[in-house]
């Protein structure tokens, strides 16, 4: 297991010393291996400089930050109350540095969805498809579906909104942690103990991992806001998410019994005690699991697929390549659902996709990036929303356990 990033959740204007001060001690204070120091910001359309042009603010912000000691940025959403042309800006603030995570809200967490906004945003996923030959401009984006702040994941991490309580600088882990379950499970006779196995590994290391986290809190004066103990995966057998659903018996990541599969693991994740923050849930990210790469590439696990398992799981849609002419109602089709799902099941998802240029459907995917394992282009519907899902409403849906009262007339 390692860290995969100490996220701090601070307001643009803090002390750049006092993060100075933190991140040198961050880098110290954990046992574990800490991957990256990032910084989330409250969403940018609330304090961003329309004035100034929107590269050359987003290479300043990042060079004072980065002097910090800070690895990454996060900005923060567009919501769905910000006018649309703050997502206009975005692909030259994405193409500015290669350092810089956005993300656009198509549902909020009032129970929202917004058609237009879906559509505004597939567009923008096009556009960012193009910032760089190979299609690299979406990893640094994603869209937003009832997600709250406070994630230590990127991009979906950012800080309380501004004009809120809760401003104050505080911090959180983000873990990369697939190999707990997969450890877990092949030491396991029975569901049972595989169960067991998960939980007590889950709470062996959020202990070690908050007493050190609460130490550096206090030291530093900055609060801490908890674990997102999801099991993100890293490219490598040992350390797939797919691979411990498998080792419960699938024949393979896709075939009948996976929801079931990722039921039972975010289910020992819920049952495990430990200050949580985030998802704490699975997470399937199609290019950074090795495994679930190569059954995407075989065709054996669809977007369909993974849509049905975030119904009992994690984060939604992450890192999936499609390809490179994907129509925008396609797009806008795939973030529909996604808002929907995380409507009615209140939980909080995100659909990081990647249309990779030149790439058809089947074609093999590869990047010179060591955060993502080789795959293929996904295969996709090949019709889009149109009629009344095309028109560009915005509605409320209620949760599947919202109550409204009624009364006789």
């Not at 702040?149 to 809120?164: C, E, K, L, R």
Request: proline residues 6%.
């Amino acid at each position: 297991m390692e860290i995969r990033s100490v996220t701090l959740f601070s307001d643009p204007e803090h002390e750049l010393a006092a993060v100075a001060r933190f991140f040198e001690a961050a880098q110290k204070q954990f046992s574990f291996p800490l991957q990256s120091r990032r910084v989330a910001f409250p969403p940018f359309p609330d304090w961003w400089n329309e004035q100034e042009a929107p590269a050359s603010q987003a290479e300043a912000l990042l060079a004072r930050w980065q002097d910090t000691g800070a690895d990454y940025l996060s900005l923060g959403p567009v919501r769905l109350d910000h006018d649309a042309r703050w997502l206009r800006r975005l692909p030259a603030i994405l193409a500015a540095t290669g350092a810089l995570f956005a993300s656009a809200e198509v549902a909020d967490i009032a129970g929202h969805i917004d058609g237009r906004r879906c559509r505004e945003v597939a567009a923008l996923i096009k556009e960012a498809s193009l910032i760089s030959p190979d299609g690299f401009g979406n990893l640094y984006f994603t869209a937003l579906a009832n997600c709250p702040p406070g994630s230590p994941f990127f991009p979906v991490a950012y800080h309380a909104f501004s004009g809120q309580s809760g401003r104050e600088p505080a911090f959180a882990l983000a873990l990369e942690a697939a190999d707990l379950a997969l450890a877990a499970f092949e030491q396991a006779e029975s569901l049972q103990e595989a169960r067991q196995n998960l939980v007590a590994a889950i709470e062996a290391h959020a202990r070690e991992l908050q007493e050190a986290a609460e130490d550096l809190a206090r030291a530093q004066g900055i609060a801490f806001a908890g674990i997102d103990f999801s099991l993100a995966p890293f490219p490598g057998q040992s350390r797939s998410l797919a691979a411990a659903m498998e080792a419960l018996g699938l024949g393979y990541t896709g075939a009948p019994g996976s929801l079931f599969a990722a039921a039972f693991i975010t289910e020992a994740i819920d049952r495990a005690q430990f200050r949580r923050c985030g998802f704490s849930g699975l997470m399937l990210p199609v290019l950074e699991d090795s495994v679930l790469a190569q059954r995407a590439a075989e065709g054996r696990v669809t977007v369909n697929d993974l849509l049905g398992l975030a119904a009992v799981c994690g984060a939604g849609l992450d890192t999936i390549p499609l390809p490179g002419d994907i129509a925008e109602e396609l797009l806008a089709g795939i973030l529909l659902d996604v808002a929907a799902l995380a409507t009615r099941l209140r939980k909080p998802l995100t659909a990081r996709l990647m249309p990779l240029p030149g790439l058809a459907a089947g074609d093999p995917v590869h990047f010179d990036f060591p955060y993502f394992a080789g795959s293929g282009v996904m295969h996709v519907a090949s019709a889009g929303v149109m009629g009344l899902l095309a028109r560009g409403e915005r509605i409320e849906l209620f949760s599947l356990d919202a109550r409204r009262n009624t009364h006789a007339g």
